[in-house]
T-cell receptor, first 115, second 113 residues
Framework: NAGVMQNPRHLVRRRGQEARLRCSPM?????VYWYRQLPEEGLKFMVY????????ESGMPKERFSAEFPKEGPSILRIQQVVRGDSAAYFC?????????????FGEGSRLTVL | SQQGEEDPQALSIQEGENATMNCSYK?????LQWYRQNSGRGLVHLIL?????REKHSGRLRVTLDTSKKSSSLLITASRAADTASYFC?????????????FGQGTELSVKP
């Protein structure tokens, strides 16, 4: 059973470009979470999605960031007009049920570098 | 603000010694979890303790939870060089407060052979 798959693992963008990060949850998991980790820091919650629904986006910056989890295909975290401060590791995690009852399964992360 | 605060921020011990990491949180929880992160990798779940539990064991790991003090500790016994990693606590709030896990800043553990 494949784990949570994230790609790309590393992404380099220039200021003003767009970054698209993809996440395929574990088989059978319908809950996806995105977290951001700055160097030497913990993970900051960004958004929680179920298929075709955004459940909690309280951690998403108000502008330039968006996320989706379509009926078919991976979840996408999209960052428009990237700035240097967006450089970070972005982690996706999935769970088979509503959080509060079990663990999260994490991908290896996508490391974004903005030049 | 971040729910979990951990201390120490960094811990360096010799192989064979025990390592204790502490986590404090601010609001009511459904459960508290500990995760491990090796450098450059994703997080791996270690252990979960529910709000009505006080202590839990898994192999060389022992977790305690004190809901009156809003704190938890993770003890790794007989540490090995392979235990070198960052360790994070994470709290899950009550169901009616949404489904997200809130992570602490982490403790960086270095075990010297």
């Amino acid at each position: 059973n494949a784990g949570v798959m994230q790609n790309p693992r590393h992404l380099v963008r220039r200021r003003g470009q767009e970054a698209r990060l993809r996440c395929s949850p574990m088989k059978g998991h319908s809950h996806v979470y995105w977290y951001r980790q700055l160097p030497e820091e913990g993970l900051k919650f960004m958004v929680y999605l179920q298929k075709e629904n955004i459940i909690d986006e309280s951690g998403m910056p108000k502008e330039r960031f968006s996320a989706e989890f379509p009926k078919e295909g991976p979840s996408i975290l999209r960052i428009q007009q990237v700035v240097r401060g967006d450089s970070a590791a972005y982690f996706c995690a999935s769970s088979p049920r509503l959080l509060g009852t079990g663990e999260l399964f994490f991908g290896e992360g996508s490391r974004l570098t903005v030049l | 603000s971040q729910q979990g605060e951990e201390d120490p921020q960094a811990l360096s011990i010799q192989e064979g010694e025990n390592a204790t990491m502490n986590c404090s949180y601010k609001t009511s929880i459904n459960n508290l979890q500990w995760y491990r992160q090796n450098s450059g990798r994703g997080l791996v779940h270690l252990i979960l303790i529910r709000s009505n539990e006080r202590e839990k064991h898994s192999g060389r790991l022992r977790v305690t939870l004190d809901t009156s003090k809003k704190s938890s500790s993770l003890l790794i016994t007989a540490s090995r060089a392979a235990d070198t990693a960052s360790y994070f606590c994470a709290t899950a709030g009550p169901y009616n407060q949404g489904g997200k896990l809130i992570f602490g800043q982490g403790t960086e553990l270095s075990v010297k052979p």
